[in-house]
């Protein structure tokens, strides 16, 4: 939890939250991805705590983190012996892991949890609510196409190369032998960053000449990169009676 600054005011960072922030630059893109669906399912008392970390970067109100303000507090941090050494092109770093939607020029409230996911009391539940959000036809497993659908890909352009990429990038890193789908086992090695032990390399793991065109739309700037997904309607939950977008998610160990 943030301590008082000299003037009386919450300016401390949790060291353990920054560290998270750290280590999520180096995930995969699709580890990131799956970090932000699961984003969604969290209840508020799963991520009180990280909504205090975010509300120290998030001086203005705003519901988003700027790198100036990003830069501010966390060098004003590492300068106070509070996070170690730390330079400000790391904290670029972090802020460009973070930034899902590269167009975008702040951080939203969502993927702030996304990289702090192993900060919050993430459970059973949420990882297969997750799941379930990606598998949205409920097959048992996520395809190329349920992954387009979720970012609003329309099948064709540069933005469709990149999910390609790191769908089947995402395929190989749990070694999924000649599959083309994500299975609930495959979801949680790349969630936890884990990969199975070492199989001859798939060979039918080659993404599709064609690809089914998927619903159209740019994402809402002041919305989550992931075009489809909101957060846990309260009613589905009797433990909470919060804002779902007030509450962060727990961690994924």
Not at 86 to 107: G, H, Q, W
Not at 160 to 169: C, H, S
Not at 230 to 246: F, G, I, K, L, R
């Amino acid at each position: 939890v943030g301590e008082l600054d000299e003037e009386g005011g919450n300016n401390r960072l949790n060291p353990n939250v920054v560290k998270a922030l750290v280590a999520f630059k180096e995930y995969s893109d699709m580890r990131k991805l799956l970090c932000e669906v699961l984003s969604f399912t969290l209840l508020p008392d799963q991520i009180r705590d990280l909504r205090k970390e975010f509300e120290i970067l998030d001086k203005d109100g705003s519901g988003e983190i700027s790198l100036e303000t990003l830069k501010k507090v966390m060098m004003e941090n590492a300068g106070a012996g509070s996070l170690g050494a730390l330079t400000e092109e790391e904290v670029e770093d972090i802020f460009n892991a973070m930034r899902v939607r590269k167009s975008e020029t702040t951080i939203q409230w969502h993927e702030f949890i996304a990289a702090g996911l192993s900060q919050c009391k993430v459970d059973d539940r949420n990882l297969r609510l997750a799941f379930d959000r990606m598998d949205s036809d409920h097959k048992g497993y996520i395809t190329l196409e349920n992954v387009e659908d979720l970012l609003g890909s329309d099948g064709k352009g540069k933005q469709t190369e990149v999910i390609r990429k790191m769908y089947f990038d995402g395929l190989r890193s749990c070694r999924t032998p000649n599959c083309n789908e994500i299975k609930y086992e495959d979801f949680l090695m790349i969630m936890k960053g884990q990969t199975s032990e070492p199989t001859p390399e798939p060979t039918n793991i080659i993404p599709p000449t064609t690809v089914r065109r998927g619903p159209a739309g740019a994402m809402n700037r002041k919305q989550s990169s992931i075009k489809k997904l909101e957060a846990v309607p309260e009613h589905e939950h009797d433990t909470s009676t919060d804002d779902q977008n007030d509450a962060p998610p727990p961690p994924v160990t």
